[in-house]
């Protein structure tokens, strides 16, 4: 008599097709070379513009309110973008060109496929963020210091070895995961790429604009609450944390929040439309 396989085993059909299916998503991944410029575009943004940013502060008295992680970490404003864009493309590209289809047949269990482009890309994120946010941090201590940006003026080192830059290096790192989770997400259910891209950027950037249209202090408040970008780079904060209108790590919950409802939705539409 023949065994099955068990249930919850990597032999069992379920899990072997979603194998095979993150093994067909990393394929794609590393035989194209636009994921890898973008990815390296990434790096030289958060480095690059966190430097610049470093170079920029001026303090000539040593009491400026000056947050020298957050500084060191302002190239996440932009390099976020670049992220976005390759997780949009890693779904929408597919619908464009058709080849989706050849996917599906390929692995039939949709929220297999989508389990996969997430993982995928994500781990790719996951390695070019932890790169990209150890350089910012090293350029960001080496040009804050060369300012007057130091512990011995009464600043924040710049060191991984401290709770709040460590939390905030590791929590820039979750947060560039979330946005390109953000991204496939949106991306499954919108499938186009320019509507996509535009849905997941005004996400980000415009919902803060959007904010200071309203003067009343607690509505501003209550949006900067539910704003992906906005709550979710609280996480760089390590100063003045009471100021701010959620703790670190439930702003980047907030940023989890969208991710994982956009993920939720993007799988419900990619399975119940036609591909």
């Known amino acids: 008599m023949t065994a099955l396989p068990a249930v919850g085993t990597a032999s069992h059909p379920r899990w072997a097709g979603l194998r095979d ?42 009491g400026c309110q000056i947050d020298p992680a957050k500084v060191s970490l302002t190239g996440v404003y932009l390099s976020q973008a670049v992220i976005a864009m390759l997780a949009v493309a890693s779904v929408s590209g597919e619908y464009s060109t058709g080849m989706i289809r050849l996917t599906l047949t390929a692995v039939p269990r949709r929220w297999q496929v989508l389990a996969a482009k997430a993982a995928m890309v994500s781990a790719l994120t996951l390695t070019a963020a932890a790169i990209a946010v150890v350089a910012a941090l090293l350029a960001g201590r080496l040009l804050l210091y060369g300012h007057g940006i130091t512990p011995a003026r009464g600043y924040e080192a710049i060191s991984l070895s401290a709770g709040p830059v460590l939390r905030a290096a590791a929590g820039s790192v979750l947060y560039l995961v979330l946005i390109a989770l953000l991204g496939i997400g949106i991306a499954a259910a919108v499938r186009d790429s320019a509507a996509s891209i535009g849905l997941v950027l005004g996400l980000l950037y415009l919902f803060p604009l959007i904010t200071t249209v309203f003067s009343d202090e607690q509505v501003q408040r209550h949006l900067n609450q539910i704003s992906p970008m906005t709550a979710g780079l609280y996480i760089q904060a390590t100063t003045n944390l009471r100021s701010l209108p959620l703790t670190p790590w439930q702003g980047l919950g907030v940023l989890a929040a969208w991710a994982a409802g956009a993920l939720v939705v993007g799988g419900l539409l990619m399975s119940l439309r036609d591909a």
């Open 21 to 62: 299916a993150a093994h067909a998503e990393w394929t794609k991944l590393r035989t194209t070379s636009a994921p890898g410029w973008m990815l390296i575009a990434a790096i030289a943004l958060t480095a690059g513009v966190g430097a610049l940013a470093a170079n920029a502060v001026t303090c000539p008295s040593g």
